[in-house]
């Protein structure tokens, strides 16, 4: 049964400092997704990885893709409060599963 | 503008009673998902339909059932609700199979008491 992991759970960074989610998973897969959950809210897309080595950026966020190691990352540069939020990463094989979730916390 | 709407939004039921909650979408999506949310677990797959009279059973179907008679929408009801399915319940729609994100509803929070 396919399981994604999210690390960490839980990330507590200063602005202006970079930092790497990873989310891993147990299953043959080139489709994943990132979305973002505030507080509250529901959930909205950031980034769709559908082939190995794909790379997708937006502003301060870096999404990768490495298929053959089973693993994607999330790359945050010169984070600001406003990337504070819980990150999820979601593996599609026959139907989307999520990992835990990372959140985050961006302290002046 | 398309969207996918949830109702109700807020929902405090008794345990043994039948709920339903409804989900609508207007994208005319033929990918539909429940999920629902508890702390520690992230989002867990409810049951997922990929067109109309398709419905199949994810990670935690128990308890639940769907039904998609149409395009846009997919009901989720609770048998007999029980406290373990108090949670965040959330609706989702995708265009095609494995290559389009999802769009999510904005929650139905369940309390069953």
């Known amino acids: 049964e396919l399981k994604v992991e999210q690390n960490p759970l839980f990330l507590s960074m200063q602005e202006g400092k970079n930092y790497t989610i990873y989310c891993n998973y147990s299953?043959?897969?080139?489709?994943l997704y990132w979305y973002r959950q505030d507080p509250g809210k529901s959930l909205e897309s950031l980034f769709v990885l559908l082939s190995n080595g794909a790379v997708k950026q937006e502003g301060r966020l870096m999404a990768s893709l490495d298929t053959k190691a089973r693993l994607s990352t999330l790359h945050i540069t010169a984070a600001v409060h406003d990337l504070s939020a819980t990150y999820f990463c979601?593996?599609?094989?026959?139907?989307?599963?999520f990992g835990a979730g990372t959140r985050l916390t961006v302290k002046p | 503008d398309a969207e996918i709407t949830q109702s109700p939004r807020h929902k405090i039921t008794e345990t043994g009673r039948q709920v339903t909650l409804a989900c609508h979408q207007t994208w005319n999506h033929n990918n539909m998902f429940w999920y629902r949310q508890d702390l520690g677990h992230g989002l867990r797959l409810i049951h997922y339909s990929y067109g109309v009279h398709d419905t199949n059973k994810g990670e935690v179907s128990d308890g639940y059932s769907v039904s998609r008679s149409n395009t846009e929408d997919l009901p989720l009801t609770l048998e007999s609700a029980a406290s373990s399915q108090t949670s965040v319940y959330f609706c989702?729609?995708?265009?095609?199979?494995?290559?389009?994100?999802?769009?999510f509803g904005q929650g139905t929070r369940l309390t069953v008491v």
């Open positions: 989702a729609s995708s265009e095609y199979r494995g290559s389009t994100e999802a769009f």
């Open positions: 979601a593996v599609d094989i026959n139907d989307m599963r």
């Open positions: 299953t043959t897969s080139d489709r």
